[in-house]
């Protein structure tokens, strides 16, 4: 009897692979193989993993007309059609616990980095300044903390946050889901007692430019906002009115509405969006390359989540 075959299209910690063979699959490599040359052959796998390299569409899961699940070695399943994959009996798999406590480290880091200042310090010493006046910042103890969206990362960056002696909300689209860590409140309660506000939501119709000036206006306090998430949930112009007016006091941003579907560069378009050159030069707003779950560390627990739930087909 031969090994059924994996196909894998975007490269992940090896652990995966040798996991796999372990278990009896073949694995095929295809990290640099055309997307066309993958469709000629998709129906001679049993199942296949990806990250994020193309979308899983249609034409994609007819292709694979023999494929008993598709794996993504990450948390949100936005560039796979999960209604028409499920539809034909494919079991899609993610691993939103390998890279909870990455993203919400990483949540934390950039909120204490632009609440005080680091950034900016950092700069103004290298060009030969001390300027402690105008690097003052402020403490997070005693402020109210807004989380939308409270899985895994979510959860994560609320208990980051407890030993800072502040107050957390969360809001969800799924009730119920609370813990020692964190009341639930509704997203009006949350724009109303908010002080920093996070987003750790998924990609959908529902949270596609949630953030937006309505949004914003209806925020009752000056903020920090941050987004590990998505980078489709925030309009980035009504951002930047909002930083402007001073009402967001600053902005964390691991992931930007212009990313492509596979998160590469931001880079690409000969004219940038004006919203984004304020991003790019703007001294309250602090960037990341979408790595906020890109540590050493999840690398090998994605890799490891994968496999377990691979074990158990």
Do not use: C
């Not at 975007?10 to 993958?38: F, R």
């Amino acid at each position: 009897m031969k090994a059924p075959l994996i196909l894998h299209v975007d490269e992940n910690h090896p652990l995966l692979v040798e996991g796999l063979e372990t278990l009896g699959y073949k694995n095929i490599l295809a990290y640099e193989t055309p997307i066309k040359e993958v469709l000629k052959n998709l129906h001679n796998y049993s199942g296949m993993v990806i990250r994020s390299r193309f979308p899983v569409n249609k034409k994609f899961i007819d292709a694979g007309k023999n494929l008993k699940f598709i794996a993504r070695v990450g948390a949100g399943m936005e560039n796979i059609d999960v209604e028409y994959a499920q539809s034909k009996n494919i079991l899609l798999i993610a691993a939103p616990e390998g890279n909870k406590n990455a993203v919400g480290e990483h949540t934390l880091g950039l909120l204490l980095s632009l609440m005080n200042k680091l950034r900016n310090g950092h700069q103004s010493i290298r060009q030969g300044n001390w300027l402690r006046e105008e690097h003052r910042g402020w403490e997070l103890e005693g402020k109210t903390i807004g989380i939308i969206g409270y899985g895994n990362t979510g959860k994560k960056f609320a208990e980051k946050l407890k030993g800072f002696n502040v107050t957390i909300l969360y809001n969800d689209i799924l009730p119920g889901i609370g813990d020692k860590n964190a009341t639930e409140a509704t997203i009006k309660t949350l724009q109303e007692k908010s002080d920093v506000l996070s987003l750790h939501i998924p990609q959908t119709e529902s949270t596609n430019q949630m953030i937006n000036t309505s949004f914003i206006k209806a925020m009752k306090k000056p903020f920090w906002f941050l987004n590990t998430a998505r980078g489709k949930a925030v309009v980035t112009e009504d951002l930047v009115e909002g930083l402007n007016s001073g009402k967001i006091l600053g902005a964390g941003l691991d992931v930007l509405e212009y990313e492509s579907a596979s998160f590469r560069s931001i880079f690409k378009k000969a004219n940038r969006p004006i919203a984004l050159e304020h991003l790019l030069s703007a001294e309250n707003v602090l960037l990341s390359p979408h790595v906020g779950g890109w540590t050493f560390e999840s690398h090998r627990k994605l890799a490891q989540t994968i496999l377990n739930k691979i074990k158990i087909l």
